[in-house]
DNA sequence: GAAAGTTTGTGAATGTGAACACAAGTACTA
DNA sequence: TAGTACTTGTGTTCACATTCACAAACTTTC
């Protein structure tokens, strides 16, 4: 009942919450309390509850949450409720992860393009997309893509985001590991797969 | 000159610490002042000295950060100054990402050992390490290994987790798209790279 | 239809981390 | 040696996020 700012950690948890609801829905529950969800997600009921709390009452108290119409809602938040289309830059063995992975439509993505500099691999095909010269980059804006995933060894990394921005992209999800600097206006994301890694030791007892 | 408890969001940042520290090494550079390091991070200056103040002093007023001396220090912390063995369980594409990432190296990790379950794939060589048969995880104490990293489809990961548990294993990386439950005392880490993308719509001021 | 059992929504309290400002120490210059 | 320019280390303040507790609303039971 507030429709003030969402905070940024609430954002963060929500395409969580979106791929479990869309799980349950497939179950065939319609029906989904705060603690099912917390459950499937790892928090608490009431982290989901004050989540929730901040765009408006999706629940009925003593049942629950109509778990179709909160994913709705959701999309529309994240701005997933219209097709979202992406270009992927480098298809090399994370690139290629991408393309394949299956995650991406439950949020409505649509890698639209893929490209390579490695003549061999232009033209070829990887799941319906076909990957083009990285020359073509510049072809984005013509085709109505405004999202980047950097997937090319980290010396390339910057350049490509570079390139990327001119074609117009609004938002990059950077998987080379190494910070990449864009103007104010572009939002990035960096994931570093062994970063996470590194992370993991530090919670372990000593045997 | 604390030495109390280091504070998640502190730990959370120090592999990225280190990953520039690295880097400026290699450049050649042995000094480094919490500026430019903020720079090379993405973050600023004072974040950066007050993560640091958390365990003690390592800069030189005036001067700044020996590179060398400040790397040494965040990867003890971290328990990365001995070789951490880790392994890989499911060879697909997220798999031969991770098992081709030379991020890895860095850090000082050693994917020792990778499994799957198709038989197609068993005896082959990626890298320089041999797939072998999931049935063979139970192997997992004897050679040491305390790292598991799950790169399986959906509907395999928490019996894989289930596994890599009974086979002794702390701490998880998980790659699959779901929450993976597991006793209290062993620690997982999940990365859904779809899940990171379908934060930045949000982010993007509509055209 | 009353009572018992669920489950949501949210104000308030608590906890945690980020941002700031500045004293204190070091290097350099002349 | 004095003065200037840097740079760290940290106490304090501020902003934000989590946790809690409970009233309100709904369902079920008898």
């Known amino acids: 009942m507030r429709y003030g700012r969402i905070p940024d ?10 791929r479990a609801l869309v799980f349950s829905s497939e179950q065939g529950r319609q029906r989904i309390s705060s603690r ?4 499937l997600v790892g928090a608490n009921p009431w982290q989901v509850r004050k989540d929730f709390s901040y765009f408006g009452d999706f629940g009925t108290r003593g049942v629950g ?3 179709e119409k909160l994913a709705r809602q959701i999309r529309k938040i994240l701005k997933l409720d219209v097709v979202q289309k992406a270009a992927l830059v480098g298809v090399g063995n994370v690139g290629s992860a991408v393309l394949t992975h299956p995650g991406f439509r439950v949020y409505g993505f649509d890698i639209a393009v893929a490209f390579d500099v490695n003549p ?3 033209g070829r095909k990887i799941d319906r997309v076909v990957i083009e010269d990285v ?3 510049r072809t984005l804006k013509r085709r109505n893509i405004r999202l980047g995933i950097i997937a090319v060894p980290r010396h390339a990394a910057q350049e490509t985001a570079d390139k990327l921005v001119v074609a117009g ?3 990059i999800l950077n998987f080379s590991p190494r910070y990449i600097t864009v103007p104010k206006r572009i939002k990035v994301i960096t994931i570093d797969i062994a970063m996470d890694l590194a992370r993991l030791p530090y919670y372990i007892p000593a045997r």
Chains 1, 2 share one sequence.
């Open 9 to 18: 950690e609430t954002i963060r948890r929500l395409p969580g919450y979106l």
């Open 36 to 39: 099912t969800l917390a459950d």
């Open 65 to 67: 949450y109509d778990a």
């Open 120 to 122: 061999k691999k232009i």
């Open 135 to 137: 020359s073509r980059l």
């Open 169 to 171: 992209v609004k938002g």
